[in-house]
């Protein structure tokens, strides 16, 4: 069975930095475009950055110049660098995927909180 979890959340202070990890398990052939998307309470869940099997990686223009999206096939990991964090980088991130297993499908992880306060 395939899973995605997330590891990284935390508690920052404004201004400062956390690295989510996504690890995806089960018998996965190959990877596709994997990403990182966020839920703020109240709001819809937002596209924060993305990046295709080559390497080529999208930010939304809020994130653009803090946070950093990569990948590392050999393991199966996706990882989101979040720097100069904000109060409104508050929010549940959650890891999604295009993944082969016995089929291609799209998988979600179960969300990582992000805290940013003071």
């Known amino acids: 069975q395939v899973q995605l979890v997330e590891s990284g959340g935390g508690l920052v202070q404004p201004g400062g930095s956390l690295r989510l990890s996504c690890a995806a398990s089960g018998s996965i052939l190959s990877m596709a475009g994997m990403g990182w998307y966020r839920q703020a309470p109240g709001k819809e869940r937002e596209l924060v950055a993305a990046?295709?099997?080559?390497?080529?990686?999208n930010y939304a223009d809020s994130v653009k110049g803090r946070f950093t999206i990569s990948r590392d096939n050999a393991k199966n990991m996706v990882y989101l660098q979040m720097n100069s964090l904000k109060p409104e980088d508050t929010a549940v991130y959650y890891c999604?995927?295009?993944?082969?297993?016995?089929?291609?499908?799209?998988?979600w992880g179960q969300g990582t909180q992000v805290t940013v306060s003071s």
């Open positions: 990046i295709t099997s080559g390497g080529r990686t």
């Open positions: 999604n995927a295009n993944l082969y297993s016995t089929s291609w499908s799209n998988y």
